[in-house]
């Protein structure tokens, strides 16, 4: 597979229960897990169907359970240098995952912590439409979206577009080379963290709302129309982390 920079192509769960959490979003997206062989230990590795999205993972004491994205970028040591020169700070330097590939963690200058990452096997072609139960879209949420908006251009060479939201401010539409990769926006609702919100695609919002519910989870947004776009919803699983949930319309 080809490298794609600028896409966001792995999600990471973090939590003090990731065996929990695991059976969480085994039950809400029919995923299941394989143990992948990582160095001397095993890498519980998130599967929708054939394909792997993502990981279950312990966060570290004290650290609250959340979603971590990951950004493919085609030189980690170079984006992560060109991180911090445009602001941002480290939280992990440049490591090598064994023969899987090459990742750094950083927090970009308003808070929003992301992952770099240079896989060894390349990243996962883009699929339209998007089968259910995998992710289809990154947000930002951000008390000064503009300044996010300027830094992930100046690293990553981003650039966007603006959408009026009216009362809720400008959306702003994260693009490279052709595609939109994601959205940065201020934060939706009081008490919203600045954080990468990650949207998995769904065949009926409202029945995942209802799942959600049913498996303890939290609804912060509820079903909620996008004209042109589809129907959206912003939840948390049962130990904090937030996600959404969206039914895209037809192409």
């Known amino acids: 597979m080809d490298h794609v920079p600028g896409k966001f192509v792995w999600f990471e769960h973090l939590s003090a229960e990731p065996t929990a959490a695991r059976g969480f979003y085994e039950r809400m997206f029919g995923w299941h897990v394989e143990l992948m062989p990582m160095g001397d230990e ?16 312990s966060a570290t004491p004290g650290e609250a359970a959340q979603w971590r994205s990951y950004l493919s970028v085609m030189d980690v040591d170079n984006a992560h240098r060109a991180a911090l020169a445009a602001g941002a700070k480290t939280l992990q330097a440049p490591t ?30 883009d699929v339209t439409p998007t ?3 995998n992710w289809c879209w990154n947000e930002l949420w951000t008390g000064d979206p503009r300044r996010a ?5 100046a690293a990553f060479g981003f650039t966007h577009e603006t959408m009026d939201m009216g009362p809720d401010g400008p959306y702003y539409m994260l693009r490279r080379s052709g595609q939109s990769r994601g959205g940065a926006m201020a934060h939706p609702f009081p008490g919203a963290k600045t954080q990468w919100v990650p949207y998995v695609a769904v065949a009926d919002a409202d029945a995942s709302v209802q799942q959600a519910g049913s498996l303890g989870g939290r609804v912060f947004v509820p079903p909620t129309d996008i004209p042109g776009i589809g129907r959206f919803a912003v939840l948390a699983d049962p130990f904090g ?7 895209p319309l037809p192409a």
Do not use: C, H, K
């Open 42 to 57: 095993r890498y519980p590795l998130i599967m929708n169907g054939s394909q792997g999205i993502g990981g279950f993972t």
């Open 96 to 125: 090598d995952y064994g023969a899987v590939g090459r990742g750094a963690t950083i927090a970009d200058p308003t808070g929003a912590i992301v992952s770099l990452w240079r896989g060894s096997q390349g990243d996962a072609p």
């Open 131 to 133: 089968p259910s139960g």
């Open 149 to 153: 908006v300027a830094f992930y251009e």
């Open 241 to 247: 982390a937030q996600f959404a949930i969206i039914r």
